[in-house]
Each structure stands twice: as structure tokens, then as C-alpha cells.
């Protein structure tokens, strides 16, 4: 079961949702099997991992508080099993009305891009092909992990029609496109989104080029800290380049980076849709 945890802890392709998928069900095997001590290990493993995506440490916490207390070893743990339940419920329920609003501002069939992976956009996209208004789907690869090629495949695995593109070729992409879709792994008190790398290239392409940017994504992922608050971890060097003798140059990889909020469009939760000053609603005014 530690090897799951560990697995969760260096999973560098999947975003915050579906990592906090995966979590919920781990902590729901490890109920019906009774491993509370892997469990604990488990928690103090994730504890130091994934630290650019607060959402997940704000579910590990929720966890260690109400789910661990409802454990016992070796008894019946139906309180604990119903409520992961219950947080799995309302992970599930926040995507599809998600996907059911931003159904409501696309009228006619139209193309969009998308770069990285999230199971929000992907949900999203999904509905829409269902009703026939999704006319193409450009994916951007996601570099250096490369979780476009995932994504890209979930996609036409479904029927949508779908194109994979370099990172570099989004201005080209944009071209072809009526709307921009990205998730999100936080939005910080004080007006920025963290999400992949190569997220704010996009923003900028997009107001350059007046397409419109949507951020989908549940509200779990505002957070109340501000974004000097919040790590952006460093990656393996090695990831991008195997250094040779003599290589005196620095290596410089970072999986997400910080997007100001302004140059989104709208954002769209399962609490509403919301344009980019309208935020505090969902951090609190306090925090905001």
C-alpha cells in the first residue's frame, strides 16, 4: 500500500482533481483492508510531495482531521468508508456542473486548445462533443512530461476529433481555435493562477489574439494564501537534458508557473461562473 502512496507522491502527468481522485481511493482501500499504519505513512510521504498543489494538501488535511479519527484497526470502518464516499461524491458532482455551465456559452459547434491535463477539461470537452458543439480539439504536448499525449488519447479514445501540438506551436493553434480551456492546481489569494508551464505563454497569445481564456476548475483549488506562500518546486535537470563533461550551463525546470488572473476570461466553477474580479467571492474577502 506504501507503494501506492509513493506512487501518488512522484506522479508528475496527472492534475490536482485526479491526483485527489486517486488519494480518496487509496484511503478507501486502505479502510476496507485495515492498513491504518500504511495509511499514516502514507499521509507524512504526501506531506513533502506535489507541494505546487495546495488543493491536495487542503484534502490531505481534511483527511488527517475527519477520516483518520473514524479509523480503527482491525474493526468495521463503515463510518470512514461512507465518507470518502461522500468527498468522492462531491468531487464527481462539482465536474459535471461544471461541464453543464459552460455547456450554456457555447451555442453553436466550435474549436478549442488546451494544453496539459486536467480531468475538469477533459469532462468538459467531453460534454460538449456529446452535443455536438465540439467541432475540433487542439491538445498542446506539456513539456517535459509530456501529459498532453495522455491527454490527447483520452480524448479520440471518446470520438473527439483532435489534433497534438508542440508547446511552441500554440500561436499557430490559436489560429484554428474559437476558445481557449485550461484547469487549475490553485488559484492564490492575490490574483494568480498556478497552472502547467507554458499556461501563461497561452494567456498572452490569447489576449494578443482576442480569444477568449477559460479556467475550469472546482473551488476547492482557491486558496487562501497568497502566491509568494506557495512552493513552485524545482524538477530533476536531468528531465530536459543529460548533462555531459564539460556542460557548465544551468538547467531550469519548473512544471507550473503563475498566470495573473486579468488575463483570463472567466472561470468557471461548480458555484457559479465568475469573471476575474469577481474572485474574492470564492477565497473569502479577508484573504482576497
Request: contains cysteine.
Amino acid at each position: 500500500m506504501l507503494k501506492q502512496f509513493k506512487e501518488l507522491a512522484d506522479d508528475n502527468t496527472s492534475g490536482a482533481t485526479e491526483l485527489i481522485h486517486k488519494l480518496l481511493a487509496l484511503c478507501e482501500n486502505c479502510a476496507i483492508g485495515y492498513h491504518v499504519d500504511a495509511l499514516r505513512e502514507g499521509f507524512a510521504l504526501l506531506e513533502q510531495s506535489q507541494l505546487s498543489m495546495p488543493s491536495l494538501h487542503a484534502v490531505l488535511h481534511i483527511l488527517k482531521s475527519d477520516f483518520l479519527p473514524k479509523l480503527i484497526e482491525g474493526e468495521e470502518n463503515a463510518d470512514a468508508i461512507q465518507y470518502i464516499a461522500s468527498l468522492e461524491k462531491i468531487l464527481s458532482e462539482s465536474g459535471e456542473t461544471i461541464a453543464a455551465l459552460f455547456l450554456e456559452k457555447v451555442p453553436e459547434p466550435q474549436s478549442a486548445v488546451t494544453i496539459s491535463r486536467s480531468s475538469t477539461v477533459l469532462a468538459t470537452l467531453r460534454r460538449l462533443h456529446e452535443h455536438e458543439l465540439l467541432r475540433h480539439a487542439y491538445v498542446l504536448e506539456a513539456r517535459p512530461m509530456l501529459e498532453g499525449h495522455r491527454t490527447i488519447r483520452d480524448m479520440t479514445d471518446k470520438g473527439v476529433q483532435a489534433t497534438l501540438m508542440t508547446d511552441a506551436a500554440m500561436a499557430e493553434a490559436l489560429a484554428r481555435v474559437d476558445f481557449a480551456i485550461v484547469g487549475a492546481d490553485s488559484i492564490s489569494a492575490d490574483g494568480y493562477l498556478l497552472n502547467k508551464t507554458g499556461t501563461f505563454p497561452l494567456a498572452m497569445c490569447c489576449r494578443e489574439l482576442n480569444i477568449p481564456l477559460y479556467v475550469v476548475c472546482d473551488s476547492l483549488k482557491f486558496s487562501p494564501q497568497l502566491r509568494e506562500d506557495i512552493l513552485v518546486e524545482d524538477k530533476p535537470a536531468e528531465q530536459l537534458l543529460e548533462r555531459q563533461e564539460g556542460d557548465s550551463f544551468d538547467i531550469w525546470n519548473r512544471y507550473f508557473e503563475w498566470t495573473p488572473v486579468d488575463y483570463c476570461t472567466a472561470f468557471i466553477t461548480e458555484r457559479g461562473i465568475f469573471a476575474p474580479d469577481q474572485l474574492s467571492a470564492l477565497v473569502g474577502e479577508e484573504s482576497a
